[in-house]
């Protein structure tokens, strides 16, 4: 132990993370408020208070990395690189991970079931940062060349929640609650000592006391409600899942709702609000506290409120940013509310961006009419030059595509190239098999046709040969790219 009680290691300590990964393979993280990662060695700097000399304890500056290799946060997306880094200097760790002062890439893992753009990409963000490019099995192994996990008994045994430590140097108070995400400051099953935290999103602060959850609005909030309230409360007994919709608070300014902030069952709700619930904007972080809890999985859903004096600067924080776009309270507005998707949490949210990748681009065979062979025939339309290109094939070409089943028929005879509305009768020279997604790709230049009919994705009525002579001069046929309707605006 070093003489400020934290452990110093001879050693890199071994983690591993996830980025955005661009088309040039620069990785950058999915905070918007963060740099991009740079080749070697990184040194983390705060976006908050240049001041800082991350990581700090009360802050959530610091070069972020998980200590699990199989966190199910490290999801294999196309465009996510998930990789394993090497951090030293001054860490503040959880049992999940840590946040470093400085930290390299040191390999990159390459999904079993990656695509062609993916692995070309992975390929490119491997060679500019100078690291091997392992299958995902071997991640683990390779990242252990390069320094050593941060040992099982950095956290004496205790049967309370335990506090995070600062290894490395730079002690932390161990007073201090945990900053967010990680575990929740006190036992759940002996709330003696009161612990304060503010869920930032739902505006509401959270105390644990007697065995209990007290959930009451941020005083930010009720100064926007102005007078004249009308609440709608649950019933006492009510359960609740965290995320649920709780209560709902209508005034003058619109109607606001409160979501429970961790499940459980509802143990009371304030009385003295059903008498005067102007007593909600007039006190609301004392006499005007909403409802009483008795929580039902406390591990799960603690992490999610951020605890200790931090919360009140966060809180700030997110107020301040939201006010400048607009409205600092967009996010329980109900009005706004409900002209989005119906989420409760960021798993609902996940949930919806995975169906809009998943839904087809193409709906139906009208679809692919309007939409695709619409920007095909204006960029025939506009470029006489491009037409009389493609009219050198001599062919027609009939792009035959399933999911959903539908047809594009060129004609590209008599040195001009035009988009046929209906096939002629055994006129059809040459017939190329994908799906409507995969035409896209075709159209927009992200296709390769050689690697699609090594595969099987294309499918030619003719040898490899001739079909690549006509996909050479088909590629000049250009369309600009374009992103489909969300699934709920259909």
């Known amino acids: 132990m070093s003489s400020e009680g934290a452990p110093d290691y001879l050693e890199a300590v071994v983690g591993y993370r996830a980025w955005h990964v661009e088309e040039d393979g620069l990785l950058r993280p999915w905070t918007f408020m963060a740099l991009p990662w740079e080749p070697g060695a990184n040194?983390?700097?705060?976006?908050?208070?240049?001041?800082?000399?991350?990581?700090?304890?009360?802050?959530?500056?610091?070069?972020?990395?998980?200590?699990?290799?199989?966190?199910?946060?490290?999801?294999?997306?196309?465009?996510q690189a998930v990789g394993a880094v090497a951090a030293w200097g001054d860490l503040e760790v959880h049992r999940s991970g840590f946040r470093a002062e400085h930290a390299c890439v040191?390999?990159?893992?390459?999904?079993?079931?990656?695509?062609?753009?993916?692995?070309?990409?992975?390929?490119?963000?491997?060679?500019?940062?100078?690291?091997?490019?392992?299958?995902?099995?071997?991640?683990?192994?390779?990242?252990?060349?390069?320094?050593?996990?941060?040992?099982?008994?950095?956290?004496?045994?205790?049967?309370?929640?335990?506090?995070?430590?600062?290894?490395?140097?730079?002690?932390?108070?161990?007073?201090?609650?945990?900053l967010i995400g990680s575990h929740p400051p006190v036992?759940?099953?002996?709330?003696?000592?009161?612990?304060?935290?503010?869920?930032?999103?739902?505006?509401?602060?959270?105390?644990?006391?007697?065995?209990?959850?007290?959930?009451?609005?941020?005083?930010?909030?009720?100064?926007d409600l102005g007078g004249d309230l009308k609440l709608t409360l649950p019933e006492p007994g009510a359960a609740l899942e965290a995320g649920d919709p709780a209560a709902t608070v209508s005034t003058a300014a619109g109607t606001f709702g409160i979501w429970a902030p961790v499940g459980g069952s509802i143990l009371a709700v304030n009385p003295r609000l059903v008498e005067d619930p102007n007593l909600l904007a007039r006190d609301p972080e004392g006499a005007g506290w909403l409802l009483r809890l008795a929580p039902r999985d406390w591990e799960r859903d603690a992490p999610a409120v951020t605890w200790g004096a931090a919360a009140s600067r966060h809180y700030a924080a997110v107020v301040a940013r939201d006010a400048e776009r607009g409205d600092a309270f967009a996010d329980v507005r109900l009005e706004r509310l409900r002209a989005l998707p119906p989420v409760r949490n960021a798993g609902d949210v996940l949930a919806h961006l995975r169906a809009e990748r998943e839904a087809p681009r193409f709906p139906d065979a009208e679809a692919v009419t309007v939409e695709l062979g619409g920007r095909v025939r204006d960029a025939l339309?506009?470029?006489?030059?491009?037409?009389?290109?493609?009219?050198?094939?001599?062919?027609?070409?009939?792009?035959?595509?399933?999911?959903?089943?539908?047809?594009?028929?060129?004609?590209?005879?008599?040195?001009?190239?035009?988009?046929?509305?209906?096939?002629?009768?055994?006129?059809?020279?040459?017939?190329?098999?994908?799906?409507?997604?995969?035409?896209?790709?075709?159209?927009?230049?992200?296709?390769?046709?050689?690697?699609?009919?090594?595969?099987?994705d294309l499918r030619s009525s003719a040898g490899a040969a001739p079909t690549l002579r006509a996909l050479a001069?088909?590629?000049?046929?250009?369309?600009?790219?374009?992103?489909?309707?969300?699934?709920?605006?259909?």
Do not use: N
């Not at 509401?204 to 009720?222: N, P, R, Y």
């Not at 369309?479 to 605006?489: E, G, K, R, V």
């Open 43 to 79: 040194r983390a700097v705060c976006a908050r208070d240049v001041r800082h000399a991350p990581p700090v304890a009360d802050c959530m500056c610091g070069l972020y990395a998980l200590t699990d290799p199989a966190d199910r946060r490290l999801d294999f997306r196309a465009d």
């Open 106 to 178: 040191t390999a990159l893992a390459l999904p079993d079931r990656a695509g062609f753009e993916q692995r070309e990409t992975l390929a490119r963000a491997a060679e500019r940062y100078g690291v091997p490019l392992v299958a995902a099995d071997r991640l683990s192994d390779e990242a252990l060349r390069h320094g050593a996990p941060l040992p099982d008994d950095l956290w004496a045994p205790s049967p309370s929640w335990p506090s995070p430590r600062r290894a490395g140097g730079g002690a932390r108070d161990p007073h201090a609650l945990p």
């Open 187 to 223: 036992d759940p099953a002996a709330f003696g000592t009161a612990a304060r935290g503010i869920a930032l999103d739902a505006h509401l602060w959270v105390e644990t006391a007697l065995g209990a959850v007290v959930v009451g609005l941020t005083a930010a909030l009720a100064r």
């Open 381 to 456: 339309a506009v470029d006489a030059a491009l037409r009389a290109r493609l009219g050198r094939i001599d062919l027609v070409v009939r792009f035959a595509l399933h999911e959903p089943d539908a047809e594009l028929l060129l004609d590209l005879r008599g040195g001009q190239a035009q988009l046929l509305r209906r096939e002629p009768a055994d006129d059809v020279d040459l017939e190329l098999s994908c799906s409507g997604e995969d035409a896209y790709r075709w159209f927009i230049g992200k296709l390769d046709p050689a690697s699609a009919l090594r595969c099987g």
């Open 473 to 490: 001069v088909l590629k000049h046929l250009r369309i600009p790219a374009w992103d489909p309707a969300p699934i709920w605006a259909r």
